[in-house]
């Protein structure tokens, strides 16, 4: 009996594996982690991974997404899968990487270091990225987790479409935040980031109770209801996005997603 249970678990631990890998169409060994999403392989590749965005350098988790990436392919075999696009602007190829401890694009997510990040036309994933981001939302999880403040913030409007060509209008692009609570918020330390991680920081500024204040992604001089992000470019994908935002101890405050 206690010999046809270990076939039995011999049998699906070599389908599961044959399931993980099936799909992946070649290996590479892992030389170098480059951040938190990104790898050079042995033959000098630089890796993208697919579906999912991390912390740049200088920006709150960067270190611990490199680190918790680092952890799980350096030194190590790694298997790619790719998608509809192989190549991005940079020359890097994207990837969905397998190791023998799994997917990791959705571990990285679902260790609350990346967002689920979608750029068509590679969504063969999507699903399950984003499942992994909600299951690090419900722990709270680096990245997710919850500030005091949920409740007092709130987006009253989102202009994230400018009219006519974005780029020539980068002040067509705005977010109006407001104070929903009975209490004064101090803002200053609090930022907002959006998918790509383009961040701004609020300068020294108190919103009292049932006040508003407009950001503009581009450049202008702050008043008491406007401020500018002072961005050269547009900085929301009008074809979906998501606006983060938290308070001065990198707790999430509300995101808004289009």
Not at 119 to 144: D, H, I, T, V
Not at 149 to 166: K, N, P, T, V, W
Not at 168 to 194: M, Q
Not at 200 to 209: A, G, K, R
Request: charged share 25%.
């Amino acid at each position: 009996m206690r010999r046809s249970f270990l076939y039995i678990l011999y049998a699906v631990i070599l389908f599961l594996s044959f399931s993980l890998f099936s799909c992946a169409t070649s290996s590479r060994y892992v030389t170098d982690v480059v951040d938190g999403d990104t790898i050079v392989v042995n033959d000098g590749t630089r890796i993208r991974y697919i579906g999912i965005n991390t912390p740049e350098k200088g920006q709150r988790y960067y270190s611990e997404a490199k680190e918790r990436n680092r952890q799980l392919v350096q030194g190590k075999t790694i298997y790619l899968e790719f998608d509809e696009s192989q190549f991005d602007s940079f020359g890097r190829t994207l990837a969905y990487v397998y190791t023998e401890e799994g997917f990791v694009n959705e571990l990285i997510v679902k260790s609350g270091l990346a967002m689920e990040f979608y750029r068509s036309p590679n969504g063969k994933y999507r699903k399950l990225l984003k499942r992994a981001e909600e299951e690090a939302k419900k722990q709270g999880l680096y990245l997710f987790k919850p500030s005091p403040y949920q409740s007092s913030l709130a987006i009253h409007d989102f202009h994230y479409d400018a009219e006519g060509d974005d780029n020539d209008n980068v002040n067509g692009e705005w977010v109006v935040i407001g104070n929903v609570s009975t209490k004064p918020i101090h803002l200053a330390g609090f930022y907002f980031y959006d998918e790509s991680f383009h961040q701004y920081t609020f300068p020294e500024i108190v919103l009292d109770p049932g006040k508003n204040i407009k950001i503009f992604t581009g450049v202008g001089e702050d008043t008491d209801q406007f401020l500018y992000a002072k961005f050269s470019e547009p900085i929301w994908n009008n074809s979906g996005d998501t606006l983060f935002v938290y308070d001065f101890l990198d707790r999430l405050v509300l995101e808004e997603s289009y």
